[in-house]
């Protein structure tokens, strides 16, 4: 059975040949000529070297593999010109611990009462072998007045924003807005409130339809860089996240695209099927 397993050392074997099997169907492998493959017999499957793999031998493959993806770590996506927010005890503390010289911790008062730019804070943590996002909690654009908070992993309520922001939301640098029924931007504000510690403001246009905005730099340029959301009208230019997304995940994300853009129709399409569309 195949599995993912932990990679526990390497090491170096100087420059041998490399092997390119190409199948039938078109699937190509590159590979060392002692690397075994999977490869049918009359009695099942044997383990064969790729270097005495014949053209009229059938290579096994599995039909589909069961493999996904771990959720992603937000705070890994957030850009280093940002700031994190008042980590002045723990700055203090790895301070004393390793070499400091060139990230300027003194002059710069990152010890006292100046937040310290995400680059430094995580060259910082990497010197005293610690992970950095782990303490990147509520991170600060510079000249900012209101911190943000960042969760440690995308959920289910992260994947739905992503979705919904991707199908009815607009994004520039600075804000996140959307539009929908009461019950999305409700939704949305809850989500704004408890994930990233903000508060949306409100606003209906004449002809009556609601919006909200997320002021925030930091969450716009995440989604922008990260989602496949891009800043302005979206038109074609909208793309899947490009990030990857465990399969629970991207299904909250497309219930939330399908949320702001979906339709079930009764019409049918060329082949007389019904159709889902997203408008």
């Known amino acids: 059975s195949l599995a993912p397993v932990d990679i526990t050392d390497t090491f170096e074997m100087n420059r041998r040949p490399v092997l390119k099997l190409t199948t039938r169907t078109g699937d190509e492998i590159r590979l060392s000529e002692t690397h075994p493959l999977p490869v049918l017999s009359e009695t099942g499957i044997e383990w064969v070297p790729a270097g005495d793999i014949q053209p009229d031998q059938y290579i096994a493959r599995p039909r589909r593999l069961e493999v ?5 770590d937000l705070r890994s996506l957030i850009p280093d010109e940002f700031h994190v927010y008042r980590s002045y005890d723990l700055v203090k503390e790895l301070s004393d611990r ?30 005293a072998e610690i992970d950095p996002h782990r303490y990147m909690e509520k991170i600060i654009c510079r000249g900012g007045q209101i911190p943000t908070t960042i969760p440690k992993y995308v959920d289910d ?5 992503a979705g919904i922001v991707a199908g009815d939301g607009y994004i520039t640098c600075q804000k996140v807005s959307i539009t929908g029924t009461p019950e999305i931007l409700s939704e949305f504000e809850n989500i704004v409130a408890e994930k990233f510690q903000r508060n949306v ?39 899947m996240p490009e990030i990857g997304l465990p399969k629970a995940l991207l299904s909250e994300y497309l219930s939330g695209l399908f949320d702001a853009d979906g339709s079930v129709s009764p019409r049918k399409n060329e082949n007389g099927s019904p159709c889902v569309e997203l408008y």
């Open 68 to 72: 996904d993806v771990e959720p992603p």
């Open 157 to 161: 309520d992260l994947a739905w924003f």
């Open 201 to 239: 403001s409100s606003r209906t246009s004449p002809a009556g339809t609601g919006s909200v905005t997320l002021n925030s730099r930091l969450v716009s340029d995440i989604l922008s860089k990260n989602f496949g959301i891009p800043e302005g009208t979206k038109g074609e230019e909208l793309q």
């Open 98 to 127: 390793v070499q400091t010289d060139d990230l300027n911790v003194d002059s710069g008062r990152y010890k006292y009462d100046r937040n310290i730019p995400v680059d430094q804070f995580r060259e910082l943590c990497r010197r």
